[in-house]
T-cell receptor, first 113, second 112 residues
Framework: SQTIHQWPATLVQPVGSPLSLECTVE??????LYWYRQAAGRGLQLLFY??????ISSEVPQNLSASRPQDRQFILSSKKLLLSDSGFYLC????????????FGQGTRLTVV | GENVEQHPSTLSVQEGDSAVIKCTYS??????FPWYKQELGKRPQLIID?????GEKKDQRIAVTLNKTAKHFSLHITETQPEDSAVYFC???????????FGDGTTLTVKP
């Protein structure tokens, strides 16, 4: 069966520090991968998605970047965090072909202080 | 791009009553409409979905209806239980379910 791992679960970082969140998927190949951010009391905002290694699409301009160095690995990064980067970050995957549900990781609660 | 609006933002019902959450979408090309349940501090999980070639789908106490003409879809939960308390999100997508536009969520509270 397929599983998705996301870490760390919580993170407190000072303003101006770098960020690296990692997500890996097991049990499937060629998945579509996504990074979402969820602000308190709000829905999920799609930040990045990837349909293959090295292929990254950005949905919103921001202080973050994403990379996909391997088929089932997706990384969210920042060189210098801002206070506004605080939030709940969710990695997700879906089947590469077809329109079916997205499976979410457990999320990372990021607090920038 | 797609815009999804969800109402109400909060909903409180007595145990055993029904709950209805409504969403509208703007992109007539959207063809997949999932509903996710998110318990506090946890990941969203799919509870039911519907595709544009179907008008209604039911799974035990949960049902979803879709009106393509009006571009709205609704989640219906019957015989609510306290464990149904959570935040529910609707979403719409076309061709790529992970690249969905989400509503802002509805916080459902079921009072025992």
């Amino acid at each position: 069966s397929q599983t998705i791992h996301q870490w760390p679960a919580t993170l407190v970082q000072p303003v101006g520090s770098p960020l690296s969140l990692e997500c890996t998927v097991e049990g499937t190949s060629n998945p579509n991968l996504y990074w979402y951010r969820q602000a308190a009391g709000r829905g999920l905002q799609l930040l990045f998605y990837s349909v293959g290694i090295g292929q990254i699409s950005s949905e919103v301009p921001q202080n973050l970047s994403a990379s996909r160095p391997q088929d089932r690995q997706f990384i969210l990064s920042s060189k210098k965090l801002l206070l506004s980067d605080s939030g709940f970050y969710l990695c997700a995957w879906s089947v590469g072909r077809g329109n079916t549900e997205a499976f979410f990781g457990q999320g990372t609660r990021l607090t920038v202080v | 791009g797609e815009n999804v609006e969800q109402h109400p933002s909060t909903l409180s019902v007595q145990e055993g009553d029904s709950a209805v959450i409504k969403c509208t979408y703007s992109d007539s090309a959207s063809n997949y409409f999932p509903w996710y349940k998110q318990e506090l501090g946890k990941r969203p999980q799919l509870i039911i979905d519907i595709r544009s070639n179907v008008g209604e789908k039911k799974d035990q106490r949960i049902a979803v209806t879709l009106n393509k003409t009006a571009k709205h879809f609704s989640l219906h939960i019957t015989e609510t239980q306290p464990e149904d308390s959570a935040v529910y999100f609707c979403a719409a997508s076309r061709g790529n379910a992970g690249k969905s536009t989400f509503g802002d969520g509805t916080t459902l509270t079921v009072k025992p």
